[in-house]
């Protein structure tokens, strides 16, 4: 009889983390991250990825420089809601039910 093989030692995991939200501007959703700023989704959370990325933003980005803690958060709090509007909006809908044109002819 075979025995069961070995439970494996748990993946590390990569849970997302609170404090990237204004660190580097993620968010999680649906089980992925993903950036406030462009809204590329990230699979897996893995914060080099993220900081990486954030980076390339803010280099190039002067509304993400030099914010307060406060001003941070507002912007983060701003970009989030447009990218979720956003996410929401690309998720399908009921497909387009064909409407049934059965003209009764008297
Ligand atoms: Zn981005």
């Known amino acids: 009889m075979n025995e069961p093989a070995p439970k494996k030692p748990r993946e590390e995991q990569r849970a997302f983390q609170q404090k990237w939200e204004l660190e580097y501007f993620f968010f999680s959703t649906n089980g ?29 980005t002067p509304s993400l420089q030099n914010l307060n803690s406060v001003a941070r958060k507002n912007k983060f709090q701003e970009l989030k809601t447009v990218q979720l509007h956003r996410i929401k909006n690309l998720q399908p809908e009921n497909p ?11």
């Open 32 to 60: 992925t991250s993903t950036c406030a700023v462009c809204g590329k989704v990230f699979q897996c959370a893995r914060e080099s990825n993220f900081k990486k990325h954030y980076q390339s933003h803010e280099g190039q």
């Open 96 to 106: 387009r039910s064909d409407t049934n044109d059965d003209e009764t002819v008297s």
